[in-house]
């Protein structure tokens, strides 16, 4: 049983890596879509093996020890390079001071290691399905919209067997990273994804690209340098595994890797990588920074907390969570670029999956799970959502996007699906953001945060609904002709949407809650706060079911059964054109017609982008000083 | 059917009207005349209506805006015509923009004489109306109004001694 | 079970007539208090009864999925009321009507409703932070978010420990009952201005829906008066109703004597003033209780 987990442990992060290789050398399109696929069906497979499987850990033997320090010196090695070919001397200077403590800790690393190399359990098979699914799908997606995508390309642009090469890798890499225990492999796995996520952004290789590339690179080395002496000062005490960090509650390295994982999150103030990483092409804003990268800091985070519940640095991360989600939501509304709307939401619900874990309760801790499940998969199919939109209209900008429902009705359908995903009770997000609530009751700033942000992300959501619902009568529509990989992507992802949404409830009360309940064993739990988790989990289900259904049939019904007779112009003060092909045309002055137009809301003066960024990053600024001040760092 | 009697919702459009019967029928919404103890709610847009009362003589350009409000406007529906313009053009009847008479350009239920109306003859018009709805609601056939008899066409010319003036000169309409 | 099932009936059957009475005294004694006769109690069931029956026109069909949409997430939020469970949800699945109306406002290309739409998003925005701050104040001072341990026997009233968050309550509750000076949104009188916004394009039937949906909406904001003095029993009963009929008086005088706000300045206000009398109250049950 332990040589099968190994074997897919194997095969689900060395898999991609050898088919990313095998994709780099081929010559014709049509291999490469197949080695594409089967690489897809592979991993998604083992991932569902490997979650279905029950938890294990894995000692691979000390072979194991020394390939991944040699591979995490040369991931250094490679950021080093990249700092010479972009010049940038803050990147050279981060990768050397990571190669150096990388191979002083070499020559520190004295008997083999206590712990499991690799650790299967609750919190890394849910990852590994998470990567493994989501990616997969992200992967048949991508062979579609990159043949898409290279007719618009720029010449400069690399090459698509580099895209697949580093976007296929890049999957092995999270999976391994979530999987590993040892943090030579946790370093290595982590630079690896920093590196890919360099090379992703910058495939267009236009100068808005590279310049992003160079600063999503910039800031996520600091990440690594944080994450490098985070282990450092771990291997001082006498620890290389995560396990062991947590084992000996070693706050001051735990401090590190949570700004690392703050870093690689995206968390305020460091959330300019993210934004900047938007001019990728979709499968990687999709893949990496939503889906799976950004996932890597709330997870390192999720996996230590229990070990530091009631701490001064959880509660600091709580606040900085909070405080992202509060003014991200803000910022958001301000934004007429569709990705970067959904960027801003993103870094928002990591923020507040920060909030959950750094609360330290387990109805905080099965919340931060859930959102984290639920908001991969929406997110993630926003993200294809919106590359499709854009590839079929051209643009990104909200305001382009009427009478979206007529041109491409399949994509909007489900677009809308995804969109209600994150609105609708009881869909998961909406859960999570009232259990983040809940469990947020016992710190007011955390939770007057959290209430100010939940309050914002309505506006932009029902803009942008708004937007694009928007459309005037007709009897049928055409389905939009889109290739076949994105069409059977976007429904299968469509399809998990829906049924775990309608199924949120049922899977927070039989799975997150019981996830909860073991990662707290034997932690000390407040009695207001099981108090609280046990009602939480007592949610009925029928009447959401018995309304949302009532109000889909009564709404199909209406659709099917209405009469094309009582279609009517909307009201423009009697001044309708009669016989127009647009119904929002009406006379003006001098008997010359006109469209009316009203445009959605954007509050500008208020949340005007470079201020409020500006103010946010120094609130941020300070409170990560503090939180380093308040264990006692600083 | 007796509910409509008891909610008429009412819409109302002015047609170049001088404002007389406008500020008329306004006065019927005021306490002294309060015609909401009748159910009437004097709504915004065609769509929320049931009556549709008119004021003012038609022009070119009003007449299409007055064949648009009323197609908007749900089935079963009344127009009520209040004041002398609208069957006529009542004073201003010999002007080049009046066309003079809204039943040109809608069926028209009601005609409510006057120049302008009183409260009391509108709220008359309006309960009028209101009984024609219920018999359209059931499907009867009702026929539309006779235009009142007595009108105000053509103006009488006026006794002046003096001279007849240079006519201003009339702009070209567009 | 039979007890869920006369909850169920009360809060689907009874709870819209009884909110359409309330809507329907609330026409009849503003008339009065301005000098009027006003219609008789009964006219919103008429009102609805007439829309029932006019021909179905319409702008586009999805206007009217988020119509019954609407309708279901507001019958909804009182099944949830009812039945006693977490207030905190409740208070979700009710934003989550109000944002079915308002995408039902901007599903059409109709400018007004637009405009209708954009404002009730920002009166929303203002009023919803109070609100879960007033949940979150009856847990602090309950010690459970569920709605049946606030009417359990032997509970202490709410009003007794919350009694800003009250006042704050009645702000947020002028603005969803469209009262001035709080009703650039949508308001509850002046059908004849572009504030009719976010109905414009519904006509005959879908408007009825909407109308029903009000009068949930109605009992609902009333029962939540009352709840602040639920504790079971018929003397906390009867103070119970005192209390929602002095806060229906409050709303009536309310809206008869304010001009109307504009919409910033609505959300200026509710954020900075009502939120912080909010906050203060309870920052002080904090400060005195248990968690």
Redesign the interface.
């Known amino acids: 049983m332990n040589d099968l987990n190994t074997l897919a442990l194997l095969g689900v992060i060395a898999g991609p890596v050898i088919f990313a290789a095998a994709i780099y050398f081929t010559k014709h399109t049509k291999l490469r879509n197949i080695l594409v696929l089967a690489a897809a069906l592979l991993t998604s497979s083992l991932g569902i093996f490997i979650a279905a499987s029950p938890s294990a850990d894995i000692y691979p033997g000390n072979w194991a020890l020394y390939a991944g320090a040699g591979l995490e010196i040369a991931m250094t090695l490679a950021v080093l390079a990249i700092a010479y070919n972009i010049r940038s001397w803050a990147v050279g200077l981060f990768g050397t001071i990571q190669l150096v403590l990388v191979v002083i800790s070499e020559f520190m690393h004295n008997e083999s290691s206590l712990g499991p190399a690799f650790v299967v359990d609750d919190l890394s098979r849910i990852m590994v399905a998470i990567v493994s699914v989501v990616g997969s799908l992200i992967l048949v997606y991508s062979i579609g919209y990159m043949k898409e995508h290279e007719h618009h390309a720029p010449a400069a642009a690399r090459s698509t067997n580099t895209f697949m090469f580093f976007l296929v890798g890049f999957i092995g890499a999270m999976n391994g990273l979530v999987l590993a225990n040892d943090m030579k492999w946790l370093g290595c796995f982590f630079e690896a994804t920093t590196i890919c996520s360099f090379v992703l952004i910058g495939h267009d290789r236009t100068r808005e690209a590279t310049k992003n590339a160079a600063r999503a690179i910039l800031i996520n080395s600091f990440g690594g340098v944080a994450l490098t002496i985070g282990a450092f000062l771990a291997l001082l005490k006498g620890s290389t595994q995560y396990s062991g960090i947590l084992y000996h509650a070693d706050i001051i390295a735990f401090a590190f890797i949570a700004l690392a994982g703050l870093v690689k999150s995206a968390q305020m103030p460091f959330q300019s990588w993210l934004l900047g990483a938007m001019v990728a092409p979709t499968p990687v804003s999709a893949l990496l920074h939503s889906a799976t990268m950004v996932n890597i800091g709330v997870y390192l985070v999720l996996r230590a907390a229990p070990a530091f519940a009631g701490t001064k640095l959880m509660y600091f991360i709580a606040i900085i969570g909070a405080f992202s989600f509060a003014a991200t939501s803000a910022l958001a509304i301000a934004q007429s670029n569709g990705k970067k709307v959904l960027a801003y939401s993103t870094i928002g619900n990591l923020g507040l999956i920060f909030t959950c874990a750094g609360i330290d309760s387990p109805l905080g801790y099965s919340a931060a799970i859930m959102l984290l499940c639920f908001h991969a998969v929406s997110k993630g199919l926003l993200f294809l959502c919106m590359g499709t939109i854009e590839q079929k209209i051209g643009s990104r900008d909200i305001e382009d996007m009427?009478s979206l429902?007529r041109e491409m009705p399949l994509t909007t359908v489900i677009t809308l699906i995804g969109m209600a995903s994150m609105?609708?009770?009881p869909f998961g997000m909406?859960l999570s953001?009232?259990l983040a609530?809940?469990a947020a009751?016992?710190s007011?700033i955390v939770?007057?945060l959290v209430?100010?942000g939940?309050?914002?992300t309505?506006?932009f959501w029902?803009?942008w609904?708004?937007?694009i619902?928007?459309?005037?009568?007709?009897p049928w529509y055409t389905i939009e002709r889109i290739s076949i990989t994105k069409q059977s992507v976007l429904a299968i992802l469509a399809a998990i949407v829906v049924i775990a949404g309608l199924g949120a409830i049922l899977l927070y009360r039989d799975l997150f809650v019981d996830i909860a309940i073991r990662a707290y064993q034997g932690t000390y739990i407040s009695q207001?706060d099981l108090?609280?988790f046990e009602?939480?989990g007592k949610?009925?289900y029928w009447?959401?079911m018995a309304?949302?259904g009532?109000?889909l049939v009564?709404?199909i019904l209406?659709?099917f059964t209405?009469?094309a007779s009582?279609?009517?112009?909307?009201?423009?003060?009697?001044?309708?054109v009669?016989g127009s092909t647009?119904?929002?045309e009406f006379r003006s002055a001098?008997?010359s017609s006109q469209l009316?137009?009203?445009s959605?809301?954007y509050l500008r003066h208020i949340f005007e982008e470079s201020k409020t960024t500006m103010w946010a990053n120094l609130i941020a600024a300070v409170i990560i000083l503090s939180m380093f001040a308040a264990i006692g760092v600083l | 059917m007796s509910v409509l009697a008891k909610s008429p919702w009412v819409v109302h459009?002015n047609c170049n009207s001088c404002n007389g019967c406008d500020i008329e029928f306004l006065a019927c919404l005021t306490p002294t005349y309060d015609v909401e103890r009748f159910g009437v709610v004097h709504v915004g847009?065609?769509?929320h209506a049931d009556i549709l009362v008119v004021t003012g003589s038609v022009n070119h350009r009003?007449a299409?805006?007055?064949a648009?409000?009323y197609?908007?406007m749900p089935n079963p529906k009344v127009v009520v015509a209040c004041g002398v313009c609208t069957s006529s053009g009542g004073i201003f009847a010999d002007c080049y923009n009046v066309l003079g008479g809204v039943d040109k350009f809608i069926p028209v239920d009601v005609f409510v004489p006057g120049c302008p109306p009183r409260p009391e003859a509108m709220i008359d018009g309006i309960v009028k109306a209101v009984g024609i709805l219920a018999s359209k609601a059931k499907g009867i056939e009702t026929p539309v109004a006779d235009k009142p008899r007595i009108t105000v066409s053509p103006s009488p010319k006026p006794v002046l001694e003096t001279p007849a003036q240079e006519p201003d000169e009339v702009g070209a309409g567009? | 079970m039979s007890e869920t099932i006369i909850k169920l009936l009360i809060a689907i059957v009874v709870a819209p007539f009884v909110g359409a009475v309330i809507a329907g005294l609330d026409r009849k004694v503003t008339a009065r208090m301005q000098g009027r006769v006003g219609p008789p109690i009964l006219q919103p069931i008429y009102d609805v009864l007439k829309l029932l029956i006019k021909?179905?026109?319409?702008?586009?069909?999805?206007q009217?999925?988020y119509a019954?949409?609407h309708?279901?997430?507001m019958?909804?939020t009182l099944?949830?009321l009812i039945?006693g469970?977490?207030m905190?949800?409740t208070l979700?699945?009710h934003?989550?009507a109000t944002?079915s109306l308002?995408?039902g406002?901007?599903?059409?290309?109709?400018?007004?409703?637009?405009?209708g739409?954009?404002r009730k998003?920002?009166m929303?925005?203002a009023y919803?932070?109070i609100l879960?701050?007033m949940v979150?104040g009856i847990?602090?001072s309950q010690?459970?978010?569920?709605a049946s341990d606030v009417v359990a026997t032997g509970a202490k009233p709410l009003l007794i420990s919350l009694p800003l968050v009250f006042i704050a309550y009645m702000m947020a509750m002028a603005i969803e009952l469209q009262k001035s000076p709080f009703d650039v949104a949508s308001s509850h009188h002046a059908h004849q201005e572009i504030v009719k916004g976010v109905t414009?394009?519904y006509?005959g039937p879908f408007l009825a829906i909407i109308e029903i949906a009000h009068f949930y909406e109605v009992f609902l904001l009333f029962a939540v008066v009352y709840f602040f003095w639920a504790p079971y029993n018929l003397a906390n009963a009867a103070v119970g109703i005192v209390l929602a009929a002095g806060a229906f008086l409050f709303h009536i005088v309310l809206d008869n004597t304010f001009a109307r706000l504009p919409a910033m300045w609505i959300v200026r206000f509710m954020w900075v003033i009502v939120f912080l009398m909010a906050?203060t109250n309870?920052?002080w049950l904090?400060r005195l209780g248990?968690?």
Not at chain 3, 143 to 146: I, K, L, P, Q, R
Request: aromatic residues 12%; contains cysteine.
């Open positions: 009427g429902l609105l609708v009770p909406l953001k009232w609530i809940e009751i016992s007011p939770l007057l209430v100010i939940s309050a914002l309505v506006l029902a803009k609904i708004g937007r619902t928007t459309v005037s009568y007709h207001s108090k609280l009602a939480a949610i009925p009447p959401f309304f949302i009532l109000a009564a709404g209406a659709y209405v009469n009582n279609v009517r112009s909307p009201f423009l003060c009697g001044e309708n009669p647009k119904t929002y001098k008997d009316a137009w009203s959605s809301l | 459009f847009n065609p769509k009003n299409r805006v007055l648009n409000v197609q908007q567009k | 021909q179905p026109i319409f702008l586009n069909r999805i009217i999925l019954f949409m309708l279901a997430f019958m909804l099944v949830l039945l469970q977490d905190l949800l979700f699945v934003a989550f944002i308002i995408l406002g901007m599903c059409v290309r109709s400018p007004y409703s637009r405009i739409s954009q998003t920002l929303l925005l919803e932070p879960v701050i979150v847990y602090l010690g459970s978010f569920m414009l394009e006509a906050t309870i920052i904090y248990t968690i």
